[in-house]
Every structure is written in C-alpha cells, then in structure tokens.
Nanobody
C-alpha cells in the first residue's frame, strides 16, 4: 500500500528554519513527481515545490524561491523541504504528494497528484 508520511513540523520563531520530511512506503520514489503543498485556514492549497525523481530536477513557486529547498535521499526513500527565513505567512499545514503519471517538467496544482500524506502543522510565531 502506497503511503506518504510527513514529519518535522512545529512551532518556530520568525526568521527561523525547519526541515520537513516526506517518507514513502509501499513504493520506491523513482520516476515519480513529488510535490510539497501547504494550506492555511480559509485558503486554497498552494503548491510550493516539486522534484521529478527521474532526473532530480526541481521547481519552486515564486512565494518560496530562494527560501525553501527540496531534496531527496534515495537511501531513506525520503524527500525533504528545507525552509529558511520563515515568516508568520508561512503558517499552514504542509503536505507532500506523489504521482507517477505527471509527464511534464513540473507540477504545482494539487489536482495533478493522486497520493497524499496526512500533513504536518507549521506555525511561525513569536
């Protein structure tokens, strides 16, 4: 059974950093598009970054470019999202998603992904 489990969320002060993890089970993260999304209360789910595990190419939304970094650890079957310079506007539930049938350079629309984790809360507050 294909599962994605996020971890690493929590409370952080403005300007701080967090690293989120997304560990896959039931499948190997080869030839998948893996995306990170977030959803704040009352807002739509926002695509942040994605990685094409066939060639490890990455893509970032303008809202996080230069602050967030997506990466992959093959041995752990895990994808990370390193988040720096966090602001209160980054407060949201963060989700990872995967799909093996995205045949394009990048995908940041939530409806393009079939497999989702349960989410992890990130709160940026002093």
């Amino acid at each position: 059974q294909l599962q994605l489990v996020e971890s690493g969320g929590g409370l952080v002060q403005p300007g701080g950093s967090l690293r989120l993890s997304c560990t896959a089970s039931g499948f190997i993260l080869d030839y998948y598009m893996l995306g990170w999304f977030r959803q704040a209360p009352g807002k739509e789910r926002e695509g942040l970054s994605c990685i094409d595990t066939s060639d490890n190419s990455t893509y970032y939304a303008d809202s996080v470019k230069g602050r967030f970094t997506i990466s992959r650890d093959n041995a752990r079957n895990t994808v990370y999202l390193q988040m720096n310079s966090l602001t209160p506007e980054d407060t949201a539930v963060y989700y990872c998603a995967a799909d093996p049938y995205i045949y394009k350079d990048y995908a940041l629309n939530h409806y393009e992904y079939d497999y989702w984790g349960q989410g992890t809360q990130v709160t940026v507050s002093s």
